[in-house]
């Protein structure tokens, strides 16, 4: 009889062998060696503009956090910093952003010192608005771009979209109601407890945030209606996810000598493009993501190889790097204790 955990842990080498399958079909489907060639020849002064908005996109993403919490608890941007990166980093151990977003609390707890009602509150506020600010603008990027994509790929990110506005509208409701998910909350601590290298220290602490009561409710309500801090978040979700990636899009495609007209429609088409990472497919969305934005980016009329190029280089920089990092404090957290620079 199969168990639990070898069929979770067939289930993990299922995704990780799509993964693996989907960026062997980019690498034979398109000229990966003339992307190679594209990359190599890019101009130091590109590769430090590039650095430069990298650095400024990882700004903003602890950005996002710091909005939430700052200016309520004190939490310093080192300590945001940290628990977004330890967050990015469970997204790449298994399947869909909704994992890492799932461990949120826990790590909240660790680096802001927060209670547990109150790191479920702040990280379902997170969910709910990145879900729906995520889903708004991919949908204006569906409308724009969408008559251009081939049929079975528009069906997947017409999904996508649909997942991202459901989930931050599912999850705006129930911050408004937290009594009501204890139940879910248990559920919960039994499927992280599956995690790989952190499952076995999540395991059971979850379950203590069933304690949220009318007092989550009334946090959520307050913080997610006050516009000092919904307002910044939205400024740094912007950053982190439209114009940064926006901008760092463009200036690849011209140092590659490819072009989209007009130049405004990049950052819709990219966001467009990631929107497939919230489908539980691959860990991190490890080569879905990757062969659907060089097929959105062709459709829209780029060359192949260099949508090819752009494409890594964009998810190396602003996805995988962060999540490299997210590394050493993940091996760090001890999710039973707050971290000493959570004040």
């Known amino acids: ?21 989907a960026l062997a079909w980019l690498v034979g489907e398109f000229d990966l060696g003339q992307a190679t060639d594209l ?75 927060l209670t547990w009602p109150e790191a479920v509150t702040i990280a379902g506020l997170n969910t709910a608005l990145y879900g729906v600010l995520y889903g708004v603008v991919a949908a ?3 409308a724009l771009v969408g008559s251009a994509l081939p049929s079975g790929l528009l069906v997947v990110v017409l999904l996508s ?53 009318a007092e989550s409710a009334a946090l959520f309500r307050e913080r997610s209606g006050k516009a000092s801090v919904v307002g910044p978040y939205a400024l740094g979700w912007a950053g982190t996810i439209l114009v940064v990636p926006g901008l760092r899009t463009i200036l690849l495609l011209g ?3 490819a072009s989209l007209t007009p130049l ?13 990472t919230v489908l539980p497919l691959t860990p991190g969305g490890v080569g879905v993501a990757e062969v659907s934005a060089t097929l959105v980016f062709v459709a829209l009329g780029v060359p192949e190889s260099a949508a090819v190029a752009v494409v890594l280089l964009d998810r190396a920089v602003g996805v995988y790097l962060p999540a490299l990092l997210g590394w050493l404090p993940a091996a760090r957290i001890d999710l039973g204790a707050p971290s000493e620079d959570a004040g």
């Open 140 to 142: 204006v990027g569906v």
């Open 161 to 213: 979209v649909a997942i991202y506005c459901g989930a931050g509208t599912l999850f705006l409701l129930a911050g408004r109601n937290l009594e009501a998910t204890a139940g879910p909350l248990d559920r919960l601590d039994t499927a992280l407890a599956r995690l790989p290298v952190v499952g076995e220290r999540v395991a059971g602490l979850l379950t203590r945030a069933a304690g949220a009561t």
């Open 1 to 21: 009889m199969v168990t639990d955990r070898t069929r979770a842990r067939l289930l993990r080498l299922g995704r990780a062998l799509l993964a693996l399958a």
């Open 255 to 257: 140092a590659v000598g």
């Open 39 to 113: 990359l190599t020849a890019l101009d130091p002064l590109v590769l430090l503009a590039i650095a430069g908005l990298t650095a400024v996109e990882f700004a903003s993403r602890f950005g996002m956090w710091y909005a939430l919490l700052h200016d309520r608890w004190g939490t310093a941007f080192g300590a945001v910093a940290r628990a977004d990166l330890v967050i990015k980093f469970v997204n790449h151990l298994v399947p869909s952003k909704a994992a890492g977003h799932s461990v949120a609390p826990l790590v909240l707890r660790h680096y802001a010192a």
């Open 264 to 276: 405004w429609l990049v950052p819709f088409a990219l966001i467009v493009a990631y929107s497939v």
